[in-house]
C-alpha cells in the first residue's frame, strides 16, 4: 500500500520561501511520477510541479516557473518543493501525489495516490 505522507507547510510572508516534502513508501517508485497539486478554498485541486522518479526531470506550471523547484532523493524516498518568492496567491492545501507510470502527467484524474495534504499560507 503506497502511503504518502506531506511536512514543511505553515505561515509565511510574502517574498518568503518555504520547503515542502513528501515521504513515500509502499513500492518500488522507479516507474512512478511524483507531483505536488494545491488546492485553493472552493477551488479544484490544480497541478503545480512534477518529477519523473528515475530519471528526475522536472515540469511545472507557469506560474511557478523560476520560483519552485521539485527534488526528488531516492535514497531517502522523499520529493521536495522548494517555494520561494511566495505571494498571497500560493496560499492553498498543498498535496503530494504519485502517479503509477513513467511519463509527466499534470492531470489530477492520473494520479492513484495521494497524501493527506498541507497548508501553506502566504500573509501580505
Known amino acids: 500500500q503506497v502511503t504518502l505522507v506531506e511536512s514543511g507547510g505553515g505561515l509565511v510572508q510574502t517574498g518568503g520561501s518555504l520547503r515542502l516534502s513528501c515521504a513515500a513508501s509502499?513500492?518500488?517508485?522507479?516507474?512512478?511520477?511524483m507531483g505536488w497539486f494545491r488546492q485553493r478554498p472552493g477551488q479544484e485541486r490544480k497541478f503545480v510541479a512534477a518529477?519523473?522518479?528515475?530519471?528526475?526531470?522536472?515540469y511545472y506550471e507557469d506560474a511557478v516557473k523560476g520560483r519552485f523547484n521539485i527534488s526528488r532523493d531516492r535514497a531517502m524516498s522523499t520529493v521536495n518543493l522548494q517555494m520561494s518568492d511566495l505571494t498571497p496567491d500560493d496560499t492553498a492545501v498543498y498535496y503530494c501525489?504519485?502517479?503509477?507510470?513513467?511519463?509527466?502527467?499534470?492531470?489530477?484524474?492520473?494520479?492513484?495516490?495521494w497524501g493527506q495534504g498541507t497548508q501553506v499560507t502566504v500573509s501580505s
Open positions: 509502499g513500492d518500488n517508485f522507479s516507474k512512478y511520477t
Open positions: 501525489g504519485a502517479a503509477s507510470k513513467n511519463i509527466i502527467t499534470t492531470s489530477r484524474d492520473r494520479y492513484d495516490y
Open positions: 518529477i519523473l522518479w528515475t530519471s528526475g526531470t522536472p
